[in-house]
Structure formats: C-alpha cells, structure tokens
C-alpha cells in the first residue's frame, strides 16, 4: 500500500498558453522527489504523480490517484521558478476538487510556497484541502504519516500544519522547525529519481538547449542549495523557511540559507551522467554565491570530466571573475543574472540587504569573455518606476543584449514583501491562481505610482517582441549558436500571448 503519493500538478496550457505546447521547459518536481525519499528514510511508502510529465488533465489525474489508494494525497506546489507557487496553485486545486468528487473520503494535504505564505486563508476558500503545512512541511508530513488514524483529535498534536476541526473551524498548530544545516544529508537525502518519470519525459527551455545543440531532453534539475541570506521586495522564495505562525509574515522575514555537502551533491550529477543527462539546472535561487561551496560542487565535476550543458542563478554582486573560469570548466554553460533594473537607485530600493553598485555591462562581458552566455533578468512596473525609467531599462537591454533575456511584470507573489505591501494600500490583486503567472490569459500585475497595471503589462509584452526581434539580439544569436537557434527563435516569437487586460 502507498503510504503517500506526492503530486505535481499540471495546468501547463493555463499558465502559458500556447507556449506549453513545445516551448515552456518540463521540469522534474524536485520537491516532491525530495519530500517523498524524506519519507521513504523515516520508513514509509512512497510513490509519485508528476501529472505535466505524463501530461493528465485534472480529471485523468484524480481518478489516476483514486485508483492508487493511497492513504495521504500530498500536493507539491511549487514551480519552474521559485515564485511560481501560486501560478500552480490552478492545477493542483482544480485536480483535488476532481478527486474529492471521485473520493470524497481522500484525505488531500498542500505544501508549497503560496499555502505557507496563506495557509488560513487557502483552507477558508478551498474545502478540497484536509491540511495545509506552514512552511517546507518536512516534519509535519513524516509526522502525518506516522498517525493510525487521521481525525481532528490527531491533527491537533502536529506541529507545522493548519487544518479544520469538527466544527469545520479552521485551526492553526504551532510552527514547526525547518531542516537544519546538519541534518540535510539525513532528513531530505536526495531526491528519489527512481519514482520520477525517465529524464526523457522533461525537456528544458530552449535557449539553454542551443549550447547542446539545440537538444532538449533528457532534462534533470537539482537543489545544491535551499533559501537566499537576501530580503528582495519581489521575492517570496524565503517564505517556505517560516517559523512563526503570526499574520503578515513575509520572506523577508524568514532569509535563510542552507547547503548539502559537496561531497553529496556529487552523487546526484554522478547519476545524471550515469543517465546520460547533459542538460541540468541547477535550481539554486543563488547557486554563485558562497565558494566554498559552489567552487568544490565545480572542482568534484571537473575531476569527472563530465561533459554536462548546466545553467544556474547568481546575483550580479556575487559572480565574480575570478569565478568563472571555473565555472566553465564545470559546464555551467548560462549564468542567469537578476539585472531586475539597471537604475541603480531603483535597485537600491528592492534589494534591502545592503546592495552593491556593480557596472553590469562590465560584468557581461566578462562572462561572455569566459566562454558562459547570459541570461538576464528584468522586471517593469517595480515601485518608483516610470514611462521614462522603463524605457531607459528596454534601452539598457537592447544595447546590451544577453544571450537570454526574461521581461517580467512587478508582480505582488503571497509571501513577498511587495504582496503584503499591495494588501496595506488595497492595490487589485489576481482573482484566480494563474493570475499569478506572467504569462496567463488572466495575469494581474502590479500598478504603482505612475502606472497602471495594464500600462505595465502592454509595455514589457511590446519590449520582449522588440528585444527579440531587435537586429542586434538576432545577429548575436546566430553568430553565437547558427542559424537553427535563429530559425526557433523566430518561430517563438510568432507564438502571441492573449491578454485579458489588454481587452484581448
């Protein structure tokens, strides 16, 4: 009998729309694969339900986990990037509504970033859902599984979790601790790649696919490190690691960071290659940033002489030169840098950690000189902004232009600094899940200022086609990877996003 089945959502076409059919990458559910070998170690059953690999629709999907009969149904909701949390919050509600229809009786556990962000709140609006966790849920779900019987009576003694009582109050325990330093190797041992679908199932996105030769899959990601030291506004990554239970909590709050050994982390590139994966992310919100760890994880690479097409996240006051030979080296063939606005009193502003002035086309050019291509990072509609101070950022970017560029929408993520500021002033907020998502039909930026939403909205959608279509950007990807990267590209950029708040 399966202990607990752990499931990936899928609401891929909601959250991209046309883009899912072959462009969005499809990524392992490296939290769901780590969540269940926790399990697994503390002696239970395990199995897996990654329903955007197998591509199952919400009611294929419920009825695939009615007929497991599992004793718990856990919903890992999490996503491509760290804040894509809520984004995924449409496919997971959506597939446990059809299985409570199916089994009224399963017992349905979330965790995820958006449900530690607002667990009172998911359980108040979504009667599918038994338990929510407050943060990364690790002891709480070993602790659910370890119960003979699941009542209020039992829920009442588990650290960590929010749920309903028997008069259908929502009751919320006393926060549980997260995985300390130490105990990583033991308590989330890897993730368990042997209940995952095979590597071929997931493809990555296709501009890391033009350095292996425009090959997307086998595809694999990994964690070599969990949280960010950093308090950025637009971030909510941070709000997985909380420990207090009070309202308001947001990631700023709860900047913790934490690593595995090198000397583990080896074990799971030593199984990619094993596979023959070349294509790997590494998930990291901030892979470059303390070397001891990140140049060892490099240097056991290197000494295998494993061929691998790696991209990976830095801050651009952390990506040293010194770095990035090594780097190389090791395969990390895209450095992805949050350039957010190259205003330097604006990122003064969202970066609340001390932020360091760096010039970025300096540091550009010398990754490019090192042999790794860009990816950068923007985001419009952030406070202060402006018409003006937008524009001179589409300017930056087309003068300056990165192998890879990502336009995003300031966008008010539950846990983030700028969510719980948009809620004090009353600011609109998404009215569904995919709101969330940048790239939805129905996505709810962020006014400020001195713009609207849709003003913001309309702005980065024309900067992403003029970037991408702009005869610098077009000529550095052909002389950079030929005429193939040039041709899907090209492709890409007919695919049109509809916009519901630009009255499409």
Not at 171 to 199: H, M, R, Y
Request: net charge negative.
């Amino acid at each position: 009998m399966v202990d607990i089945l752990f499931v990936h959502p899928n609401a891929s076409k909601k959250i991209y729309q046309d883009l899912a059919k072959s462009n969005a990458a499809i990524e392992p559910p490296v939290w769901a694969g780590m969540l269940a070998n926790s399990v697994r170690q503390h002696g239970y059953e395990p199995a897996i339900l990654d329903a955007e690999a197998e591509a199952l629709d919400y009611i294929s999907a419920a009825r695939w986990i009615s007929d497991s009969s599992p004793r718990i149904v856990c919903f890992v909701v999490y996503g491509q990037q760290p804040s894509a949390s809520s984004q995924n919050m449409e496919g997971a509600v959506a597939t446990a509504n059809e299985l409570k229809k199916i089994n009224p009786e399963a017992f349905v556990v979330f965790v995820g970033g958006h449900v530690s962000a607002l667990p009172r709140e998911t359980l108040k609006s979504e009667q599918a859902i038994d338990v929510v966790c407050q943060n990364e849920g690790v002891y709480a779900i070993r602790a659910l599984c370890d119960l003979q019987s699941i009542d209020p009576n039992s829920l009442a003694k588990i650290d960590g979790i929010c749920y309903r009582d028997a008069d259908g109050h929502v009751v919320t325990n006393k926060q549980s601790s997260i995985v300390a330093k130490k105990d990583l190797e033991i308590i989330l041992p890897g993730v368990a790649w042997d209940l995952l679908p095979s590597f071929d199932k997931y493809r990555t996105a296709g501009w890391h696919s033009w350095s292996n030769n425009a090959v997307k899959t086998p595809f694999a990601a990994l964690y070599t490190s969990l949280g960010c030291p950093y308090r950025c506004s637009f971030c909510m990554i941070n709000i997985i690691n909380r420990t207090n239970v009070e309202d308001g909590i947001t990631s700023e709050d709860s900047n913790i960071f934490r690593w595995w050994s090198p000397e583990f982390i080896i074990k799971q590139f030593d199984y990619f290659a094993h596979n023959g994966v070349k294509n790997i992310k590494i998930a990291d919100e901030l892979f470059v940033l303390n070397p001891r760890h990140f140049e060892r994880v490099c240097d056991l690479i290197i000494e295998r002489g494993y061929d691998f097409n790696i991209w990976c996240y830095s801050r651009v006051d952390t990506c040293k030169p010194k770095y990035l030979e090594k780097l190389k080296r090791a395969g990390v063939n895209w450095l992805g840098l949050g350039i957010e606005n190259p205003n330097t009193k604006l990122r003064a502003n969202i970066h609340k950690d001390g932020f360091a002035e760096v010039s970025i086309t300096d540091l550009i050019g010398q990754v490019r000189d090192a042999g790794i291509n860009v990816g950068g990072n923007y985001i419009f509609g952030l406070p202060f902004d402006t018409e003006e101070t937008m524009n001179e950022t589409l300017e930056f970017a087309l003068e300056n232009p990165t192998e890879m560029a990502n336009f995003y929408c300031a966008m008010a993520y539950p846990g983030s600094p700028l969510y719980k500021d948009a809620v004090s002033q009353n600011l609109p907020l998404p009215k569904s899940y995919s709101g969330f998502s940048q790239h939805s039909y129905d996505t709810m930026n962020l006014p400020n200022e001195s713009l609207s939403a849709a003003d913001i909205l309309r702005f980065r959608d024309r900067a992403w086609d003029t970037y991408h279509g702009s005869q610098k950007y077009q000529i550095l990807i052909k002389n950079t990877f030929g005429n193939n990267a040039l041709s899907e590209l090209n492709q890409t950029r007919k695919i049109k996003l509809k916009r519901q708040a630009l009255g499409d």
